[in-house]
C-alpha cells in the first residue's frame, strides 16, 4: 500500500510566523500535490510538483511556496501565516497523470 | 471552464436506506470522472471512477455511471451501513490531467 505521511495532525500558530508542512511517501511517485480542504469548496489545489526541484503553481499559491530538494518530500511553506490561511492541508501523489490520488491524513492548520 | 456540482449536504438516512448523492459537471471534452470518500479522521481514497460514457463504476457496493447526455454521475448505493458515513467528493480530471472537485457531500448514516 502506497503510504502518504503527513508530519503533524494538528498544528497551531500564531499571525506572522512562518510554517512548515510536511508529507514524506515510501514510493517512488513523481507526482506530489499540496492541497487545501475547507467547508463547501471541496478541495483547491495549492502547488504541485512533477519531478524533483519542479514545482507548478495551482489554483491558490498566493501566500504558499513549496520546496521538493528529494523524490520523497514535498514541503508547503507559509512564508508568513495569516488567520485565513486556517484550513485541513491534505498532501498527495500519484505515480503518474493517469493513477488515481492517494492522501495522507491531513494536517488541521488554526492560525491564531 | 470545467467545473463539478454536488448536492448539498449533510445528507441523514436510516441504515439500509437507498442513498443517492447527485453529481454534475461542466467540462470541454470527454473528461474521467471520480467519486472520493474521506472517513472521519482520515485522508480521502478512491471509491470508483469511469473513464468514457456509459461506463459503470463499482466499489463496495456503490455505483455511478457516466453520462453524457445528462452531464451526471450520481452514486448510488442499494443498502447503505453506519460505516458508509464519510464525506463524498465528486470530481474530474480534465486535459491538462488536474483534478477538479466538487464541495464534497457528508453522508451521517444512524443505525
Known amino acids: 500500500d502506497v503510504k502518504v505521511t503527513q508530519s503533524s495532525r494538528y498544528l497551531v500558530k500564531r499571525t506572522g510566523e512562518k510554517v512548515f508542512l510536511e508529507c514524506v511517501q515510501d514510493?517512488?511517485?513523481?507526482?506530489m500535490f499540496w492541497y487545501r480542504q475547507d467547508p463547501g469548496l471541496g478541495l483547491r489545489l495549492i502547488y504541485f510538483s512533477y519531478d524533483v526541484k519542479m514545482k507548478e503553481k495551482g489554483d491558490i499559491p498566493e501566500g504558499y511556496s513549496v520546496s521538493r530538494e528529494k523524490k520523497e518530500r514535498f514541503s508547503l511553506i507559509l512564508e508568513s501565516a495569516s488567520t485565513n490561511q486556517t484550513s485541513m492541508y491534505l498532501c498527495?501523489?500519484?505515480?503518474?497523470?493517469?493513477?488515481?490520488?492517494?492522501f495522507g491524513n491531513g494536517t488541521r492548520l488554526t492560525v491564531t | 471552464g470545467n467545473s463539478v456540482t454536488q448536492m448539498e449536504g449533510p445528507v441523514t438516512l436510516s441504515e439500509e436506506a437507498f442513498l443517492t448523492i447527485n453529481c454534475t459537471y461542466t467540462?470541454?471534452?470527454?473528461?474521467?470522472l471520480f467519486w472520493y470518500v474521506q472517513y472521519p479522521g482520515e485522508g480521502l481514497q478512491l471509491l470508483l471512477k469511469a473513464t468514457k460514457a456509459d461506463d459503470k463504476g463499482s466499489n463496495k457496493g456503490f455505483e455511478a455511471t457516466y453520462r453524457k447526455e445528462t452531464t451526471s454521475f450520481h452514486l448510488e448505493k442499494g443498502s447503505v451501513q453506519v460505516s458508509d458515513s464519510a464525506v463524498y467528493f465528486c470530481?474530474?480530471?480534465?486535459?491538462?490531467?488536474?483534478?477538479?472537485w466538487g464541495a464534497g457531500t457528508k453522508l451521517i448514516i444512524k443505525p
Open positions: 467540462a470541454t471534452g470527454y473528461p474521467s
Open positions: 470530481a474530474l480530471r480534465g486535459s491538462n490531467y488536474q483534478l477538479i
Open positions: 498527495a501523489n500519484r505515480p503518474d497523470s493517469n493513477s488515481p490520488l492517494h
Open positions: 514510493m517512488d511517485h513523481e507526482n
